[in-house]
């Protein structure tokens, strides 16, 4: 399968403590998203990297969150100090070139705080 | 500044009839306008896009849409529904070339009756 992947796929964890997700995109794509989807809402967009290079971040990915995309591949979203608030779906994309919006999603990580 | 705002929530069809998801943008700049589908525990995918070529777009399972600047629209119909289409459904805008952050409604669920 060369689509997008997400890892893990469910994450239940205890307020307070962290969690990482890991988003593999389609090999030849420069652009990767991040998004967060809550229940009866459309993804919200996060950050997103185009190759390496944290490109823009959303005023909704406050101090506890980090993106990384060390060598312009895999990416990590980490949460660090979770709160209950942050239970939700967090998507990843990723595109190619100039076809701006044309992304293929992952199935997403969904994470609940306990 | 740009958004697209779902009007319908929820929209309720039979099989067999047709099918119209209504979507407005608004963009400070020529946009480029996409549909995304969300079935059950399954990734968002691309239905179709439109980017300032033909008004009138074609996509994947029958779909279709049309651009129409002068109402700031970008409506999704089908012709005939089918029990497979039960599903979510995001309309999409991006600015358009120099801006690569898609920019997700709230989603209609579409519900097929048989």
């Known amino acids: 399968d060369t689509g997008v992947s997400q890892d893990p796929r469910h994450k239940i964890t205890k307020r307070g403590q962290n969690v990482t997700f890991r988003c593999d995109p389609i090999s030849e794509h420069n652009r990767l998203y991040w998004y967060r989807q809550t229940l009866g809402q459309g993804p919200e967009f996060l950050t997103y990297?185009?190759?390496?290079?944290?490109?823009?971040k959303s005023r909704l990915l406050s101090d506890r969150f980090s993106a990384e995309r060390p060598k312009g591949s895999f990416s990590t979203l980490e949460i660090q100090r979770t709160e209950q608030g942050d239970s939700a779906m967090y998507l990843c994309a990723s595109s190619w070139g100039l076809n701006t919006g044309e992304l293929f999603f992952g199935e997403g990580s969904r994470l609940t705080v306990l | 500044a740009q958004s697209v705002t779902q009007l319908d929530s929820h929209v309720s069809v039979s099989e067999g009839t047709p099918v119209l998801l209504r979507c407005n943008y608004s963009s400070s700049y020529s946009p480029s306008l996409f549909w995304y589908v969300q079935h059950p525990n399954k990734g968002l995918q691309l239905l179709l896009k439109y980017t300032s070529a033909a008004t009138l777009v074609k996509g994947i399972n029958g779909f279709e849409a049309e651009f129409k600047k002068s109402e700031t629209s970008f409506h999704l119909t089908k012709p005939s529904a089918h029990m497979s289409d039960a599903a979510e459904y995001f309309c999409v805008v991006t600015r358009g070339r120099g801006s690569y952050i898609p920019t997700f409604g709230r989603g209609t669920s579409l519900i097929v009756h048989p």
């Open positions: 990297f185009q190759n390496e290079a944290q490109l823009e």
